[in-house]
């Protein structure tokens, strides 16, 4: 039986973890997780080939210097929690001096949190503006039975919280489609909230953009008075498609003629669609069985794939 040298025991102290299931977010992010455990393990491997661990200097877990970064995960400071509807609560972070995440539009980030010893990491898109300074603001809704939630809800003003990012994002250009149409399921609205932000805040930008935004109930509509302002630009409508009210009389009158009862189905979609004043180039954000829907009703709208994008 080989004993293992004190030396061999020190490389294999050092050695990364390869990351658990769990760990990784499921957003398709570049780099994921598992390729950063990839570069880190060659890294390993190299420097105990060559016996010296000054090669692994360079590695970085996590950093506190307050620069978002896609590799290495950053600590930023709870600034404020406002509950927005009974499952789902706005976040503020602070940014050092009056720094920016400097995102393009719709880009997402990744939290890691720990649970009961388990770490979970999950991905979140801002709906600050992309060139907010000093700040940015996640929307997040809370899961009974969510690992995340669990660790999310115990967050205070002042806690750190980790992240690491940008990923993804929609290349927007202004102008460069004639209207967008935006189908969001719930907290599915979070990337199209900078999307509409920075057409409203562009005098130059003419894109007309229909929202269709799906949520249970009236009371369950997240940010309504940004949407409510948004909504009055001329080249921006909001419809609300609400599945479990049954009649639309105990909302107010500003919201009867634009929301709908029920699910948002086929036929509802190709009217939304017939509705628009141009063809439109389709933005998909929610769960995978509501993506999947609005993709086959879409396609039985006429609406080619190289005309959609999904978050």
């Not at 995440?101 to 990491?121: D, K, M, P, W």
Request: proline residues 5%; aromatic residues 12%.
């Amino acid at each position: 039986l080989q004993v293992m040298s004190g030396s061999e025991q020190d490389w294999l102290a050092l050695r990364p973890q390869e990351p658990s299931p769990s760990q990784c977010c499921g957003s398709g992010c570049k780099p994921c997780i598992y390729d950063v455990y990839e570069k880190e393990l060659a890294q390993w491997e190299r420097a105990k080939a060559m016996q010296d661990k000054s090669l692994l200097m360079g590695k970085k877990e996590q950093s506190s210097n307050s620069e978002l970064n896609p590799e290495t995960f950053t600590a930023f400071s709870v600034s404020s929690v406002e509950q927005l509807t009974e499952d789902t609560y706005q976040y503020k972070f602070e940014l050092p001096g009056n720094s920016s995440l400097q995102l393009s539009l719709g880009q997402h980030i990744v939290l890691r949190g720990v649970v009961n010893g388990l770490e979970v990491q999950r991905a979140y898109t801002p709906i600050s503006p992309g060139n907010a300074e000093g700040y940015f603001e996640v929307l997040i809704k809370h899961y009974e039975a969510g690992l995340m939630s669990q660790y999310i809800k115990t967050w205070k003003r002042g806690d750190m919280v980790f992240w690491r990012g940008p990923f993804g994002g929609f290349p927007y250009r202004p102008n460069k489609h004639g209207e967008l149409l935006m189908l969001a399921s719930g907290t599915g609205l979070a990337p199209m909230i900078p999307i509409l932000q920075s057409i409203t805040g562009d005098e130059e930008d003419e894109t007309f953009v229909t929202l269709v935004g799906c949520f249970p109930t009236f009371d369950k509509i997240y940010l309504k008075p940004l949407l409510q302002d948004l909504a009055r630009y001329w080249n921006i409508r909001i419809f609300y498609v609400l599945s479990q009210e049954t009649s639309l009389e105990n909302l107010p009158w500003s919201y009867q003629e634009n929301t709908y009862t029920g699910h948002l189905n086929e036929d509802l979609t190709r009217t939304i669609i017939n509705s628009c004043r141009r063809k439109p180039f389709v933005l998909i954000c929610g769960s995978s069985a509501f993506n999947e829907d609005m993709s086959r009703y879409l396609k039985a709208a006429g609406i080619e794939e190289n005309s959609c994008f999904i978050f």
